[in-house]
């Protein structure tokens, strides 16, 4: 049987993801309501993506569409979760910089600030040495993460700046490797679902 995994589609760079995920052969699926997440015996995925794009919009668009507390509830629990830049912002316990009355889901014991790296003109395809090997991957106003709970591995540093972690089946990244088509994130997602094998710098 294959993986069903959704990606969290209200606003953002939602289809590279998609993309992604197909050529590695699962399932896929939006999710922009709770019945995209919940079927009658619980969670129908097997993990979500919560993609890039801008994670005020997101957040309240979460909570427009009733989304916010499931979505929080089903990570909590344990469904394996990638978040690339706004997703990481999203799952972040406490945003620095935020827009005005922005709320994160609170499931990643990290501190995040918002554009850490400048605004869109500094965005860049950069090289980086991580936990799961070395990958080119893409920085759009970046967020960074400046603070860690101790339950949580950094995964991924830029310089100083670290730019990705993992506590338990949940990965943050602050840049995007869907957009330079790295999988190496989304294999690692899968296996964490028990679809594929588990290993570090494979
Ligand atoms: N700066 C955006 C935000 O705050 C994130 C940018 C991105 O996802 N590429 O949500």
């Given amino acids: 049987m294959s993986a069903l995994v959704g990606v969290l589609g209200l606003q953002g760079g939602v289809s590279e ?6 050529d590695l052969g699962v399932n896929t699926c939006w999710v922009r309501t709770p019945s995209d997440l919940l079927g009658a015996d ?19 668009l979460l909570r ?29 316990r406490t945003v620095l ?6 709320r994160s889901l609170g499931v990643l014991d990290a501190t995040v600030r918002r554009n850490a790296f400048g605004s869109q003109v500094d965005s860049a395809e ?17 967020p960074q993460v400046v603070e860690v709970g101790p339950e949580v591995e950094v995964i991924a540093r830029r310089g100083e700046a670290i730019v990705g972690v ?7 990244l602050a840049f995007h490797p869907e957009v330079t088509g790295e999988p190496r994130f989304h294999q690692r997602l899968l296996a964490e679902a028990g679809f594929g094998r588990l290993s570090n710098a494979g």
Avoid: N, W, Y
């Fill in 126 to 142: 950069v090289g980086l040495e991580t936990a799961d090997g070395p990958v080119k991957v893409a920085f759009i106003r970046a």
């Fill in 166 to 172: 993992r506590s338990g089946a949940i990965t943050g």
């Fill in 42 to 60: 619980g969670v129908r995925l097997d993990a979500i993506v919560l993609p890039g794009g801008e994670s005020s919009v997101m957040d309240r």
């Fill in 17 to 22: 993801h998609i993309e992604l995920l197909q």
């Fill in 64 to 92: 427009t569409f009733e989304l916010f507390e499931p979505l929080k509830q089903v990570i909590s629990d344990g469904l394996p979760t990638l978040g690339t830049c706004a997703g990481l912002i999203l799952l972040a």
């Fill in 97 to 102: 910089d935020p827009a005005p009355g922005q």
